[in-house]
Each structure stands twice: as C-alpha cells, then as structure tokens.
C-alpha cells in the first residue's frame, strides 16, 4: 500500500461546475497537508496549505482535512477551463520530506 | 523573476552518458530539494540540502546519482552513465526551512530523455 493514494482520473466536468479531489492515506505522522497544481510541462504550484485537521478557504477553493479517516479534500466552486490541470495532493510529518500521490487531471470543459 | 530557476530545461542523451542539471532556488531560501517525477505519477522525493549540507537522500538515489550545494545557493545534479529508465522530469524546489508551515517553491524542471 501506497503512503498516499490519488484516483488518477482524468475527471472531467461541465464550467461552472463544483470539483471535488480526494486523498487518502496511511501514515497517522502526517500533520501538514497541502495541494499543488501542475500544468503540462511545468513544476507544482502551491494553492492550497493546511494543519491538522480542518478547512481552509481561498477564494474558489476549499481545502478539508480528515484526520481521524486519513482524508483529505480539495473542492473548486464555479470551475473554469484555466482550472484544467493536474492536481497534486501532498503531505508530511515533522521534519520528513513532502510525500505526494499521484494527481488527479482534470478537464474543465467550457 | 525571483522563482526557482532550473537549466535546461530539456535534455536529451544517449545511454551512458553523464549528464547534470543545475537548479538556483529563491535567493533566501536555506533548503533546496531534488525531485524526480515519471508520467503518470507524482513527484518522488531524492535528495535534498540545508544550506550546504545534504541532509537526507532517498533510496531512490543510486551510486549512479550525485547531488552538490557547494556553497548553499545553487545546487547541482549529475547523473553517470545514464539509463533509459532515468528519463523523467527533474524537479527542484526551495523553501525556508525549519519553519513548522515550511513551503516548497517548486521550478519548472528538466525533463530529461535518454535515448
């Protein structure tokens, strides 16, 4: 089993639409969770950031973290085509290098 | 632009030959990590510095791999005798490390193929 598990996709929704990304994982030390965005031939970018357990929002995004399930969540309201992506969950404990799944693409279709 | 800054960004070589890559982090930033990403899957921590010092390496990271900070700005990746199973994106990124919301910048990457 995988540390960090990522439905590949490729998920593809309508704009306008909402997006819902989803993580599980194995390792109760993670404590710090974040998601990145990745457009073709280009390196991760970070959007979103969060401790522990929670919600974070910014803007159209919504992060969530579950710790009691290993869960974690990324929702985009009122999706446009730009949001078209690879999208990265990525996660760590203390001290101990940033682990990622394997990202999820997504089309938003105008 | 004060982002991370990789060279080149692309690379292509034939089997066993030695290749390196250069990445130079934001300028402030005290931590720099080196990334290794195939297509399909995310990026695969190999290596990564405080400063000068190379604190943690993956075993990911065979003999054949050689990572250098010389002076804790940029830093340097070579690869002997590649393989084709080397081929993937290179990734670098940077961060102020030590900090407990530590954040890593990435670059833009090198993508290397060997032929």
């Known amino acids: 089993q995988k540390e960090v598990e990522q439905d590949p996709g490729p998920l593809s929704v309508p704009e306008g639409a909402i997006v819902s990304l989803n993580c599980t994982y194995s390792?109760?030390?993670?404590?710090?969770f974040m998601w990145y965005r990745q457009y073709s031939r280009k390196g991760p970018e970070l959007l979103m950031y969060?401790?522990?357990?929670g919600n974070k929002e910014d803007g159209r995004f919504t992060a969530q973290v579950d710790k009691s399930s290993k869960y974690i969540s990324l929702f985009i309201r009122d999706s446009q085509p730009s949001d078209s992506a690879t999208y990265l969950c990525?996660?760590?404990?203390?001290?101990?290098?940033?682990?990622f799944g394997k990202g999820t693409r997504l089309s938003v279709i105008a | 632009d004060t982002g991370v800054s990789q060279d080149p960004r692309h690379k292509i070589t034939k089997r066993g030959q030695n290749v390196t890559f250069r990445c130079d982090p934001i300028?402030?930033?005290?931590?720099l990590y080196w990334y290794r990403q195939t297509l399909g899957q995310g990026p695969e921590f190999l290596t990564y510095?405080?400063?000068?010092?190379?604190?943690?390496k993956s075993r990911l990271l065979s003999d054949r791999f050689s990572a250098e900070r010389p002076k804790g700005s940029f830093s340097t990746l070579e690869i002997q005798r590649t393989e084709q199973g080397d081929s993937a994106m290179y990734l670098c990124?940077?961060?102020?490390?030590?900090?407990?919301?530590?954040?890593?910048?990435f670059g833009s990457g090198t993508q290397l193929s060997v032929l």
């Open positions: 510095f405080q400063n000068e010092a190379q604190l943690e």
């Open positions: 390792n109760s030390a993670f404590q710090y």
């Open positions: 990124a940077s961060s102020l490390g030590g900090l407990t919301n530590e954040k890593l910048f």
């Open positions: 969060t401790y522990s357990s």
């Open positions: 990525a996660m760590r404990g203390g001290n101990t290098p940033l682990v």
């Open positions: 300028s402030e930033h005290n931590r």
